[in-house]
């Protein structure tokens, strides 16, 4: 069981940070772009919606970087660290990580060049412009990536009661956990099959599959201590799912 | 004692050379190009942002057919007004909004990440993206929106949606009561990421200001 599959509900945590800002420091916003651009340039783009053809563009990635990976990386933190680090800074981590697990930048050359920055020695910011890969990066923001494809017949209609699965928990999930055992009302059945960015094994996810809106009274999932006067919806997929009264 | 919860004293200024170290490096071993980040950015602070939200919450309170249809499909009613080209793009793809009325508050929140709708409010503010936030939000919305200075009758029912599967969420705020004189643009002026996500209302500005 991961922490990080299980925030919804967790108490003791204090008042809200009220922030509205998306950045609270301007190096953060080179991360964001950064992943943005590995996003763009990921190679499970071939298989998009939008014919991206990344063969024809000049950058030396060749991985596959997507929403999933970022998330899986930071489910897989230490919760005190998960809880420690700004969101941010979690990104710096895991980003910054990947690029030296996958040899495109040298551990001990990034931290030299840190270093080096630390003590201000003035950066050469390096001048080699790459017009087709922003090319990529700009048409992949207006195109996305659509998870949509051609309609399945869905397992549940609109009124049925629906029991979420304990599925076995595994590296990345899209289960809330406080939702596993939990009984609710489909109120919304998704037009289409959805897709997700990797297959995510015993946890069920991946290939089409339809989306439903459910319906959860809250008193059935927090008890007594439930606030009055609320209803909590949440989009899942059919894996997660099963008949109401069907043995788990 | 555990020095976990320590920090450099030079916490920020370590990130931020990092940070630029690794951009540097990805630009010398060709992953990206010296432009790239910045175009990132440059999309997001001109094309794609609140302002965005903020002018179809203006129209949907001017016209009520364009608003039924903004509720019934929303990337379709979306696609309708001359928005800059992406609007169904990264994050956008499958939107939905869900309205504000006397009897019914929503608010949206991402217990496992932090899902947003770029194309309509932008990059998500850090209050979303807390984990204390996404931990209370969907157990005691009354409170938590108390900390955001925001109190619900408890009679108006709030309806909590955890954007977990592959829909991104907003809300439809309600229209402030005084401001029947103004225009659809001074309209947009007055709604806030906070007000389309569900932690505050649109309030009329007042008529002079501190």
Known sequence: ?248 | MNDRFNYSSSREAESAAKVQALEDLLIEKGVIGAETIDQVLGFFETQMGPFNGAKLVARAWLDPAFKQRLLQDTTAAIAELPFPPGMAGAEGEHMKIVENTPDVHNLIVCTLCSCYPWPTLGLPPYWYKDPTFRARAVREPRKVLEEFGLSIDPAVEIRIWDSSAQIRWFVLPERPAGTDALSEDELAALITPEAMMGVAKVKARAATSP
């Open chain 1, 1 to 248: 069981m991961k922490l990080q599959h299980n925030l919804g509900g967790i108490e003791n945590l204090g008042p809200v940070w009220t922030e509205t800002r998306p950045f609270v420091e301007e190096w953060e916003k080179r991360i964001f772009g950064i992943h943005v651009a590995m996003m763009a340039l990921s190679q499970t783009l071939v298989d998009a919606l939008p014919r991206y053809d990344l063969s024809k563009v000049p950058t030396t990635f060749r991985e596959d970087w997507t929403w999933g990976h970022l998330r899986m990386g930071a489910e897989a933190m230490n919760p005190f660290d998960y809880f420690k680090y700004r969101y941010f800074e979690k990104w710096l981590g895991g980003i910054s990580g990947f690029f030296v697990a996958k040899s495109y930048v040298n551990g001990a050359e990034l931290e030299a060049r840190t270093a080096d920055y630390l003590d201000g020695k003035a950066p050469q910011r390096p001048s080699k412009s790459l017009p087709e890969v922003d090319a990529q990066v700009l048409r992949y923001l207006r195109e996305g990536d659509s998870p949509k494809r051609g309609a399945l017949a869905p397992a549940f209609a609109v009124a049925d009661k629906v029991l979420v699965k304990d599925v076995k928990p595994v590296a990345h999930t899209r289960l809330p956990g406080y939702l596993r055992g939990k009984t609710g009302e489909v109120v919304h059945v998704y037009d289409g099959a959805y897709c997700y960015f990797f297959p995510t094994g015993p946890d069920g996810i991946g290939a089409p599959m339809p989306v439903y809106s459910v319906r959860f009274d809250p008193k059935e999932i927090w008890g007594d201590t439930a606030e009055a006067g609320a209803s909590l919806y949440a989009d899942l997929f059919e894996a997660y799912l099963l008949p109401e009264g069907e043995v788990r």
